[in-house]
């Protein structure tokens, strides 16, 4: 939605001289309601390089009717600084009718100074049409405009604290990840595990870059400096993307020592139960050859 500036004039012309003498028209165009206004932005704010429009209207509160050739908006910032009214002819205005004229488009220069600038309205005018020809202009307005990083840095301060968010999620989860995993017994789940200490110290360490870098950019924010806060919003979300880089790659290394350690559980429970199962035949074979040998020596006793 393009921003919209809504200027209503009233344009005065009076005619007061005696008969026989030559005839003149005093003329004044007073504005009376100025409201400037951009979307989602407090008015009369824009951003550099932000489009706005002027609608104009005008009213005749003269004594006869006059005819609008030119109106044109003038903006103290740098070129192109003067921007026309579309008229296809000459738009006539009779005594007591407000009339809309339209809508002056201007763009904002990305280079305009930021803080209060100023405008006027200049208008060319026949009383009566075809007669003769009036200039007439408003007094200076102004306009806030604000810096370009500040929008910027609204969008990226959204999306930098979310991926901060997400940074210390995912750090925390691969640090308990590692502390409830305890002491491997198996070499290789040892190995993995020690690769995941070293990435969580890796995503600690971009996480607590991240941490600074967002601290520094609300700073600058606060203090107007956009373009510095639109840089650290974008070094808080490089860091926190590798943050939770490093972390996902710690918790993969954790569930691969996981997947060692226990194939190694189970392997050693096989292990012991073939044990168990080696010893346990020699054994009740022992133990029947005793029962058996006992019954022969109870029957021969008999």
Known sequence: MRPCVKMVFFLFLISVLAANTPLCFAQSIEPTVISLSASGLPSMEYFQGDIGSVEVWIRNNGSTQVGITLVSAHFNWTEPNVSNLTLSSMVNIDVGVELYLGKINFTVPADATVGYNSYYLYIEFDSPPGGEKY????????????????????????????????????????????QSFGSPQNQEANSFLSQAQGKLEEAQTYLSQAEKAYSNASEHYTSRAFQDAYTGFQECANAS?????????????????????????????????????NYAIPITLAIVAFVVIILLVKRRHV
């Open 241 to 277: 993307d590798n943050a939770s880089a490093s972390a996902a790659e710690a918790s993969s290394l954790i569930a691969q020592a996981q997947q060692k350690e226990t194939a190694y559980q189970q392997q050693k429970q096989a292990q012991q139960a073939q044990q168990v199962i």
């Open 135 to 178: 200039t007439w202009q408003t007094s200076d307005y102004q306009v806030w405009v604000e810096d370009q990083y500040r929008r910027l840095c609204d969008d990226l301060a959204v999306t930098a604290s979310s991926k901060l968010a997400n940074a210390r999620q995912n750090v925390t989860s691969a640090q308990s990840a590692i």
